[in-house]
């Protein structure tokens, strides 16, 4: 028992010092291989010593033997063999010392020739000089190969029990480089068992000495075989599909799964592991990449001047960064929020982006404040983002979304006519489609005022300002999404707080919204309301044990789903659009166009401008009440306003 516990304590105390001690110094390597090379020739003297009965007596031994010494480390300095970590080594090291003994070899039997036909005796013998060769080249090849199996095999293996198992999905040189990167991994996370591939001819294959597996199977059934706990995909071959059918089998089994981009760096084995990361919630959405008609969007923004209002929140931002790749003559990005904005302002600074960008902290509730801003700079575009947005935060505070969504919608709006701006594109929601609470109808009161102002002016001014409005659903990783909420809750342990098992969303990401605004307001004539696809609708619940799984933890049992109720004027499910609306298809197979009943100008005018006096005198109940006078179709959910319906 006591030997047992001191070799164990040995043992430890020796890998510990072995890891604290780091790497060699280059010039201890260069020491080891000119030793080597020492060694090699005196092997090759003995040998010789033994086969022919003499030597060229041109030079002495130490001579003979020193000139060659002196031409290997002339290579090993032109090639820095010495260079690289040997515990690290590779298939470059091994040519490296190939090119470097081999160009020894070139230069040593010339010189013996030239001596020859200079003074008509050689130095070497020609057999010694190959021999020489290939015993400095083996012995300098096997040293690195020892080296390399003492650390993967004897001090690395202490700590192979806590590795994960895992298997590379991928049989190609970019597997191998992820194979071969994990192996030299510091920390390391992983221990490869095998490598999976669809291809049924390499089954009986091997790579690094770990088998092939053919991916006959569901492929839980074939890692848990093989007792792996962890699958990473470096197959690039693979479509969305497959690559999302695997994930969803892997998650269902409690198996982790990691992603990896195309290697193109080979030797910097250290970045590749950097690469190796969870699949993000947003890889597995079911939706095709966008592609944007460039040409139309670059006709709207190049050389134009454009301003964007909430340009410091998530969607406003991704909007300033997608109109800057269309090289902009001026941006004027406008907020409220002074840190975000300035934040932002600083990483376009950073970006170096050859446009000039004007920053203004501005409240689109304040008309004179935001008429500065028109006044001075005129813009041709105006892109309409800032709005409040969380449903419960409006449901108990009506007058706030009246003054922003709408009425600040109507300064902009009416600024926009008075500077001649060519058009104003409209961030709009799908939850102002027959809304169920107070955020979605101030927003589609926003709607129909925009929709209605653009009919009045094209009827007296073929140019006025083109009026268009997007409409979208929820955004992944957005401020106040889902996403971002449950990642913090999963981060801090749990709970995930759910309001109810059923509810369904539709999503998409920031950059995919955005990229969809920018393509709707190059397409739009004016007056029109886009829709987008949105893809598949996503069950929340099921959203929330997805991203569970991809943390690496069991849903219900180590993270716990918690439902807490509706909150009030949510929906189970959301749309896209009224009862009474149908769509129309555009160019872009991802836009739709909305066909909502024409608005009468003069009532809408007249309804909002009494809604803006209620909402700056009267209560609560009064303002909704009057809201929904004004959008019949708007009937709350869950709330105390469903008194007024």
């Known amino acids: 028992m006591k030997n047992n516990l001191l070799s164990k304590t040995l043992q430890a105390l020796f890998t510990n010092r072995v890891h604290s001690f780091g790497y060699l110094p280059r010039w201890i390597i260069f020491c080891i291989d000119i030793t080597i090379i020492v060694f090699a020739n005196f092997l090759t003297y003995i040998m010789l010593s033994n086969l022919v009965p003499r030597f060229y007596d041109t030079f002495g031994v130490f001579e003979r033997y020193s000139i060659i010494v002196f031409v290997n480390i002339i290579f090993f300095i032109f090639y820095r063999t010495y260079a690289g970590i040997i515990r690290h080594s590779s298939f470059i090291d091994a040519v490296k ?46 040293f690195r190969i020892i080296v390399k199996f003492i650390f993967e095999n004897f001090i ?103 992603t990896i981009p195309i290697i193109t760096n080979w030797e910097n084995e250290k970045e590749i592991s950097k690469q190796i990361k969870s699949f993000q919630i947003e890889d597995l959405l079911e939706r095709k990449p966008i592609v944007l008609d460039n040409k139309l969007v670059s006709s709207q923004l190049s050389n134009k001047t454009v301003l964007i209002t909430g340009a410091a929140g998530s969607i406003g931002s991704e909007i300033v960064w997608q109109v800057l790749e269309f090289n902009p003559k001026r941006l004027i990005i406008i907020d409220q929020a002074e840190t975000p904005l300035h934040h932002l302002s600083l990483e376009i600074e950073k970006s170096q982006k050859k446009v000039k960008v004007f920053t203004v902290i ?38 706030q979304a009246i003054y922003t969504n709408v009425l600040g919608t109507k300064n902009i709006a009416d600024l926009a006519v008075q500077y001649g701006a060519k058009k104003f594109v409209m961030v709009s929601t799908d939850k102002a489609v027959n809304p169920s609470n107070v955020m979605g109808a101030s927003k589609r009161i926003a709607e129909k005022y925009v929709q209605s102002l653009h009919y009045k002016h094209i009827l007296e001014n073929e140019d006025a300002t083109k009026f268009i409005t997007t409409r979208f659903g929820n955004v992944l990783g957005s401020n106040g ?70 943390a690496g933890y069991e849903p219900d049992k180590e993270i716990e789903i918690k439902i807490i109720g509706l ?79």
């Open 97 to 142: 010392l190939l090119f470097s003994t081999f160009s020894s070899l070139v230069v040593l039997i010339g010189f013996n020739y030239t001596y020859y036909f200079i003074y008509g005796k050689k130095i070497y013998l020609f057999p010694g000089l190959i021999l020489s060769f290939v015993l400095s080249f083996t012995i300098l090849f096997f």
């Open 156 to 258: 690395n293996s202490t700590d192979s029990k806590k590795l994960t198992p895992t298997i590379v999905y991928g049989s190609d040189a970019n597997a191998i480089a992820v194979a071969n990167a994990i192996k030299t991994e510091s920390p390391a996370r992983f221990k490869v068992v095998g490598f999976m591939d669809n291809s049924k001819s390499n089954k009986s294959k091997s790579i690094l000495g770990l088998p092939i597996l053919y991916n006959s199977k569901k492929t839980s059934v074939i890692m848990r075989s093989y007792r792996a706990k962890a699958l990473i995909i470096a197959e690039k071959s693979l479509s969305k599909d497959e690559k999302l059918s695997i994930i969803d089998d892997c998650l269902a089994h409690n198996l982790k799964v990691y």
């Open 362 to 399: 501005s409240d689109i509730r304040n008309k004179s404040s935001v008429e500065r801003v028109f006044e001075k700079h005129k813009p041709d575009v105006v892109f309409h983002a800032a709005a409040y947005k969380h449903v419960p935060l409006m449901e108990d505070n009506p007058c």
């Open 481 to 550: 999404s889902v996403v971002p909420l449950f990642k913090k809750q999963i981060e801090n342990g749990g709970p995930i707080t759910i309001t109810h098992p059923e509810i369904i969303r539709y999503f998409m990401t920031i950059p995919e919204a955005c990229q969809l605004v920018l393509e709707a307001g190059g397409m739009g004539k004016g007056g029109e309301i886009y829709i987008f696809d949105m893809g598949k609708p996503v069950k929340i619940i099921d959203l929330a044990k997805k991203m569970i799984q991809l």
């Open 567 to 645: 909150r009030p004027g949510e929906k189970l499910f959301e749309e896209l659009l009224n009862d009474t609306s149908k769509t129309l298809p555009t160019h872009h197979e991802k836009i739709m166009i909305a066909q909502e009943e024409e608005e009468d100008f003069t009532q809408i005018i007249e309804d909002i401008n009494e809604l803006i006096q209620i909402a700056l005198s009267k209560e609560e109940v009064e303002i909704v009440q009057y809201m929904k006078r004004i959008v019949p179709e708007y009937k709350s959910l869950n709330s105390t306003y469903e008194l007024l319906d």
